[in-house]
Nanobody
Framework: QVQLVESGGGLVQAGDSLRLSCADSGRTFSSYAMGWFRQSPGKEREFVAA????????HYADSVKGRFAISRDNAKSTVYLQMNSLKPEDTAVYYCALRGGSITTIRYNYPYWGQGTQVTVSA
């Protein structure tokens, strides 16, 4: 089974930076599209960023454009989410997801998910 493990979350102040990591235990990582989603209490899980497989195309939610960057290291089977200029509104549990297809922002298209890592941004 594919297993995704997120790490790098924590408690930071507004304006700080964090880099989240998501390690994949599966095979053929380079061909997979990857996504980052987040969920805060009382809200639906929402799209944050996505990265295509071989092509390296990216897509971001409007709320994080210019502040977040998604990338991957295929040799390490790891996807990253660099988060800069963090705001209290970014507070959520962040999840990575994997899909054996093309890039998508729709969470229902991702069959594999990690357990999430908490990011808390204080004012």
């Amino acid at each position: 089974q594919v297993q995704l493990v997120e790490s790098g979350g924590g408690l930071v102040q507004a304006g700080d930076s964090l880099r989240l990591s998501c390690a994949d235990s599966g095979r053929t990582f380079s061909s997979y599209a990857m996504g980052w989603f987040r969920q805060s209490p009382g809200k639906e899980r929402e799209f944050v960023a996505a990265l295509s497989g071989y092509g390296g195309y990216t897509h971001y939610a409007d709320s994080v454009k210019g502040r977040f960057a998604i990338s991957r290291d295929n040799a390490k089977s790891t996807v990253y989410l660099q988060m800069n200029s963090l705001k209290p509104e970014d507070t959520a549990v962040y999840y990575c997801a994997l899909r054996g297809g093309s890039i998508t922002t729709i969470r229902y298209n991702y069959p594999y998910w990690g357990q999430g890592t908490q990011v808390t941004v204080s004012a």
